[in-house]
Structure formats: structure tokens, C-alpha cells
């Protein structure tokens, strides 16, 4: 891949469908950025009339030069989207990098500015980062944050894919949807692949894709957007077993030689999140048949469903997937043994008092009626509430205040991602959360 040779300028695609009102958001968080080389392309991809309308006229209302709104020819599949939108965007863009972001997220203030500034400094290289969310499914609503540096890490893409044939997820993985890309690096997955994004899950087999084709990857170790709706979620509803009107219509436009979902994973039949991304990882597995992905480790990928099955709200089909995971060779875990006496000095060891101590304290000190102390605290003196406080929201309009105004702070440790423990840290700025 020849290397972009610098930053000129940033395209932020949003790819939306029957969802104006979530899209809007999306936009206005996108506007509302102190930068001045950021476009904005809006890809509607509703069969609702009634979501295209607003939407449309919203985009008009703006008369915002930076905004373009786009509609494919005919309503298409997810990853037919996702590959129609970028190349418009390529097309008509002569900008230098990419990024995409949901109709159920939101960049934070100032973050988009952060992002484009790496890019800027690091033209060539892909840049992933993380993101928080807001849990407004079900009521009442949480706000959560994630541990970050605010560091820039160098990961190699051959330590990631074996991370991930060991059934450990990894925020770092670039999904399109948390990371900006540089034009050339997209021109070298379409080249490799014959398009950027495919089957199922198209964030997941980009990010597969780029384990294939590059080296190392950049991750910027702070969530500068986070997401929302989780009702109107297709991921969330697969893990709670919820066949909402999203996903029915998600269901219904899969391609047709995808039909037959997490086809290429050892227990097809689990339907869940965990199982759509390791598809995707074998997917890209066999495709290429390349020696830079590994054999998923069994013993650990049925474990990893299992844990999720713990989300599934229906009892029958939960049990069914827990069956067929025994079937297929999963092995309880044994409680251990423990006489009398040795659950009682475990319980009454000083480290079990200290632990159930601060989080008593914790909850007494971090909840619905505290919570206005805390913000007229960290608003006029900077003190923070404790990293795992409960506070909870009436709605959803308070949760992104929160989220936007007092974000979780910096880490001062090592970062808790496997794939940053040799990871190599780049020079950057300081994080705007600092």
C-alpha cells in the first residue's frame, strides 16, 4: 500500500435507516466539532417514507455547506450500504481520510478535532479508538464509561488476530465505526477483496479484513464517541433474544449466500453477538486462507458463549443454545471445595470486609440522591465521582449531558487491553479529557 502522503481533510459518513431522529443527533454532535476540514455525508438508506422525509428536510434545513445527504438508488442490505455510501463518499470527496458513524452514536466534544489531529500527524496509518455508552435499555437509564490512558499504541495486526482466535474481543479492532482511515488504505481492501465491506456484520469483516492486509494498526486509548438506542440496537437485540422491528428487518434484507447466519463458526446455530464475531473471523479465515489467522481455541470460544448467554431474556431459547454448547463439548466449570471453616475465614479475611466495606460506601456515596452533589462538585471543583459510581438517569437527555460534560477520568496505570500489553506508545497530546 503506498502511503498517503498527508492529511487533506476528513469525511465523517453517516449510514442511516428508519432511524431520522437517532441520525440527527448523530449529525449535530459532527457539527457542533471546532473543526474546519471536516465533511459530513449522510447515506439514508430508509424504506420508512416517513424517516426519509425528516431526515431529508432536516439535512435541507441545515444549509450547511460541510453536509451532503445522499440516498442509494434502491434500499439495500447493511454491507451493501456501508460499500454503496463509501464510495459516493470517495467519489465525491477529494479528502484524504474516512470515518463512519452510526446513526446510534455521537463523536464527544472535542473529540473529533483529536482524531483528525492524530490523523494529521500519522497520515498513513489507520486509527482506531473506543467508545462509552449510555444504557437506555431497559430503564432506568446508566451511563457507562470505560477505563482509558489517553495514550496512542502501535498494535501489531498478527498479535491481534491471534488475540481474537482465543476468543477475546479487543476495542482496538478498526471497525469503520471507531476509526478514521486514510483514502489508500480503503482502496487497498477494495483491491484485495473486491469491495470494503461484506457479509453479515460489514464492521467486524473490515476490521478482519485489516488484519489480513496491514502490519500494525494505531489505537488512540480513549472513547471519543459513545452510543445509544439500545432498543433500537440489531446487536443488543440479538443478545437479549428480542426479535424487534429492527432486527426483523435487519433478518429480512440479509444476503442471500449469508442466509444461513454464523455459517462459518463452529455451532452455526448460536445466535448472539459474540458468535456473529467470531463468523466474521472465520469468514475471513477461510477466504484467505492466510497464515495470519489461527484456529479458534474451542475450549475458550464456547466459554465465551456461555458468558453471554447470561444476557438472554428467553428462557427457552437460552436453554436451547446452552444445550447445544454442552453438546458440542462445553464443560461446567467445578465450584471449588471449601470446608465450613474456610468459607467463614474467607468471608471474614480482611480483604473480603474492605471489599464489601467501600462498595456499601460506594452505593451510599454514588446514587440518585447524591448524584447532584457529585456534579456541582466536579463542575466547580474539579473532584470526580468514583469510576464505578451508580448514578441513574431520568432521560435521555441528561445521560448525554453527563456523558458530554464529565467524562470518566485519565488512567494513570497500564492499559486493561490484552492487545496493548506489547504494544509500542506513540507520541500524542494530551488527551482533551485531561
Known amino acids: 500500500m503506498k502511503e498517503t502522503a498527508n492529511y487533506r481533510g476528513a469525511v465523517v459518513v453517516i449510514p442511516t435507516r428508519n432511524r431520522a431522529e437517532l441520525a440527527m443527533n448523530a449529525i449535530g454532535s459532527v457539527l457542533s466539532q471546532p473543526v474546519d476540514d471536516v465533511q459530513l455525508m449522510i447515506s439514508d438508506n430508509s424504506t420508512s417514507e416517513r424517516d426519509r422525509a425528516a431526515l431529508a428536510s432536516f439535512c435541507e434545513r441545515l444549509a450547511d455547506p460541510r453536509v451532503r445527504y445522499a440516498t442509494p438508488p434502491q434500499p439495500l442490505s447493511m454491507s451493501k450500504h456501508w460499500d454503496w455510501a463509501l464510495a459516493q463518499a470517495m467519489s465525491f470527496y477529494n479528502a484524504s481520510h474516512f470515518a463512519y458513524l452510526t446513526d446510534r452514536m455521537m463523536f464527544k466534544p472535542g473529540h473529533l478535532k483529536r482524531i483528525t489531529d492524530l490523523a494529521r500527524r500519522y497520515p498513513e496509518k489507520i486509527i482506531s479508538y473506543n467508545h462509552d455508552r449510555i444504557v437506555d435499555y431497559p430503564r432506568p437509564i446508566r451511563v457507562e464509561q470505560y477505563p482509558s490512558t489517553g495514550k496512542l499504541f502501535e498494535i501489531d495486526c498478527l498479535h491481534l488476530s491471534y488475540i481474537y482466535s482465543q476468543a477475546v474481543p479487543q476495542v482496538c479492532l478498526p471497525r469503520m465505526l471507531n476509526c478514521i482511515v486514510p483514502r489508500e488504505a480503503l482502496e487497498a481492501v477494495r483491491e484485495r477483496f473486491g469491495d470494503v465491506f461484506s457479509s453479515i456484520s460489514p464492521d467486524f469483516n473490515f476490521g478482519f479484513r485489516c488484519l489480513e492486509i496491514f502490519e500494525t494498526v494505531l489505537f488512540y486509548d480513549c472513547s471519543a464517541i459513545f452510543h445509544y438506542g439500545l432498543e433500537r440496537s440489531n446487536g443488543a437485540s440479538v443478545t437479549r433474544g428480542e426479535l424487534t422491528s429492527d432486527y426483523a428487518d435487519f433478518i429480512a434484507n440479509l444476503p442471500v449466500d449469508n442466509s444461513i447466519r454464523n455459517y462459518a463458526t463452529p455451532i452455526p446455530q448460536i445466535i448472539s453477538t459474540s458468535n456473529a464475531i467470531y463468523n466474521e473471523y472465520c469468514i475471513i479465515?477461510?477466504?484467505?486462507?492466510?497464515?495470519?489467522?489461527?484456529?479458534?481455541?474451542?475450549?475458550r470460544y464456547l466459554r465465551s458463549l456461555a458468558e453471554e448467554l447470561e444476557e438472554v431474556q428467553d428462557s427457552r431459547a437460552k436453554d436451547e443454545m446452552h444445550s447445544l454448547l454442552i453438546a458440542h463439548g462445553l464443560r461446567p466449570e467445578a465450584?471449588?471445595?471449601?470446608?465450613?471453616?474456610?468459607?467463614?475465614?474467607?468471608?471474614?479475611?480482611?480483604?473480603?470486609?474492605?471489599?464489601?466495606?467501600?462498595?456499601?460506601?460506594?452505593?451510599?456515596?454514588?446514587?440518585?440522591?447524591?448524584?447532584?452533589?457529585?456534579?456541582?462538585?466536579t463542575r466547580h471543583f474539579g473532584v470526580k465521582p468514583p469510576e464505578d459510581q451508580r448514578f441513574e438517569f431520568?432521560?435521555?437527555?441528561?445521560?448525554?449531558?453527563?456523558?458530554?460534560?464529565?467524562?470518566?477520568?485519565?488512567?494513570?496505570?497500564?492499559?486493561?487491553?490484552?492487545?496493548?500489553?506489547?504494544?509500542?506508545?506513540?507520541?500524542?497530546?494530551?488527551?482533551?479529557?485531561?
Open 285 to 299: 479465515k477461510q477466504e484467505t486462507k492466510s497464515p495470519r489467522f489461527f484456529e479458534l481455541n474451542l475450549e
Open 335 to 377: 465450584a471449588p471445595k471449601r470446608t465450613g471453616s474456610e468459607i467463614l475465614r474467607k468471608l471474614l479475611s480482611p480483604r473480603a470486609v474492605r471489599n464489601r466495606l467501600r462498595a456499601m460506601l460506594r452505593t451510599a456515596l454514588t446514587n440518585r440522591a447524591t448524584k447532584p452533589a457529585w456534579l456541582f462538585l
Open 394 to 434: 431520568d432521560n435521555l437527555e441528561e445521560a448525554i449531558s453527563f456523558i458530554n460534560q464529565y467524562p470518566r477520568a485519565v488512567l494513570r496505570t497500564e492499559p486493561r487491553h490484552e492487545a496493548l500489553r506489547q504494544a509500542r506508545e506513540l507520541p500524542a497530546t494530551p488527551c482533551p479529557t485531561e
